[in-house]
Structure formats: C-alpha cells, structure tokens
C-alpha cells in the first residue's frame, strides 16, 4: 500500500507555455502534499506543502505565482508551472503523508524540460 | 534549525565489499530517521526507517543501519554491496513536534567497481 503515482513521467514544453503535473496517491487519502524539486546531482528541494482544500504553504525563495499548487482533493494535488522558461527545467518530485504520522511516500517523479 | 549531514558526496567500492555511507542529524526532538535511494533518473525509493525500538534496523535490499543517539547518526551498513546497488542514497530525518517536516541530506553517490 501507499503507492503514489505522478503524471506525466517527462514533459517537454516551449518557453512560455504553463504545463501541469499531477500527484495522485493511488489507494491512500492524503492528508498533505509535498511538492520537491531536484537539480542533477543534487539534493531534494522542498518547494511547498499542500494540504486538501486550503491554499499551499511556499518555502522561502520559492515563486507562488509561478508554482501554482491546488490540492483539490484527498487523492489529487497539481503543480502548474506557469510561462516556463529553461531555468524551470528540472526533476519534480512530490510526496504524500498519510494522517499525522512522519512518513511520506514519493512519486517517481517528473522531468520537465523547457526548451 | 534542522540539519541533516552526509559527510561523503561520492564513495566507489569493490564490488563484494563492506559499505558504510554516513549520516549525521543536528540534536533536537525525537527523530524518525529514514534512508532513501535514487537510480538515476527515478524517484526515491524507501530503504529502511526508524522511529522506536530497535536501534539497529533492517531495508530491503540488504542493507541495515544504525540509530546513535549520543552521536547523532544514522549510518547505512551493507556487508557486501553489489553492482546494482550503485545510486545515489539520501538520508532524512523529521523531527516529532517540529511540523512534521522531511529534512534531507545532500547525498551520497556510490560508485561500485567491478
């Protein structure tokens, strides 16, 4: 149990454009949701925490305007990217927590590239 | 503030031998201690947990850790590493009562040499 699905695996998308990526946890409601961001060789970002039906909490530095997170419902958290550019190219990760407990369980993870 | 420390960012060993990848957490509330691995190109997979008990551990694939608490670590064992275990491991800790939060370790990369 505690599988967590991301969509799409990779995307490539023109300067400018917004895309969409999408965390489901697959047979577990989700209290919270964890949105990370990776650079090659390097560790896991955390960009912000979602929680269902209340607007996303942003880390310091990161964008909210142009990170837009909506966690619409136990199930389902969205990422959009808005008017990408080629310094948002990177691996997006996003993790879920069942209840109050420590444990988050990952998705495989996204690659955008923004040519 | 949280901190969590991999000492070492890429170690190689021989295929067939003994890996100790270390991971140092700043003191603070109770931690729940985790190891991940990442494949290149791949999400991060579970390797082992602590939250109570127990202070030496058991994952999956073999490998097991050890929580000190009087030196703030949580070291990552396996006795005999293979090809495939060559990726990178990410140690992370969340401190109870301290929101809960996932703190991560910058990494360490192994190398396995044939």
């Known amino acids: 149990g505690a599988v967590v699905s991301q969509h799409p695996s990779r995307v490539i998308c023109k300067s400018g454009t917004s895309v969409?990526?999408?965390?489901?946890?697959?047979?577990?409601?989700?209290t919270t949701m964890f949105w990370y961001r990776q650079f090659p060789k390097k560790s896991?970002?955390?960009?912000?925490?979602?929680?269902?039906?209340?607007?996303?909490?942003?880390?310091?530095?990161v964008e909210k305007d142009k990170f837009l997170i909506n966690h619409a419902s136990l199930t389902l958290s969205t990422l959009t990217v808005t008017s990408a550019h080629p310094e948002d190219s990177s691996f997006y990760i996003c993790s879920a927590r069942r209840g109050?407990?420590?444990?988050?369980?990952?998705?495989?993870?996204?690659?955008?590239?923004?040519? | 503030a949280q901190s969590v420390t991999q000492?070492?960012?890429?170690?190689?060993?021989?295929?067939?031998?003994?890996?100790?990848?270390?991971c140092n957490y700043s003191y603070g509330a109770t931690p729940y201690l985790f190891w991940y691995v990442q494949s290149p190109g791949q999400g991060l997979q579970l390797l082992l947990k602590y939250f109570s008990g127990d202070t030496l551990v058991q994952g999956?694939?073999?490998f097991e850790a050890e929580f000190k608490r009087s030196q703030s670590s949580f070291n990552l064992r396996k006795p005999s590493v293979h090809w495939s275990d060559a990726a990178e491991y990410f140690c992370a800790v969340v401190y109870y009562n301290a929101g809960n939060m996932l703190t991560f370790?910058?990494?360490t990369r192994l190398m396995v040499k044939p």
């Open chain 1, 100 to 115: 109050e407990g420590p444990e988050q369980y990952f998705g495989p993870g996204t690659r955008l590239t923004v040519t």
């Open chain 2, 105 to 107: 370790g910058g990494g």
């Open chain 2, 60 to 62: 999956i694939k073999g």
């Open chain 1, 20 to 30: 969409k990526i999408e965390c489901r946890s697959l047979d577990f409601q989700a």
């Open chain 2, 7 to 22: 000492p070492d960012i890429h170690i190689t060993v021989s295929e067939g031998a003994s890996l100790e990848l270390r």
């Open chain 1, 44 to 61: 896991l970002m955390l960009m912000a925490t979602s929680n269902e039906g209340s607007k996303a909490t942003y880390e310091q530095g």
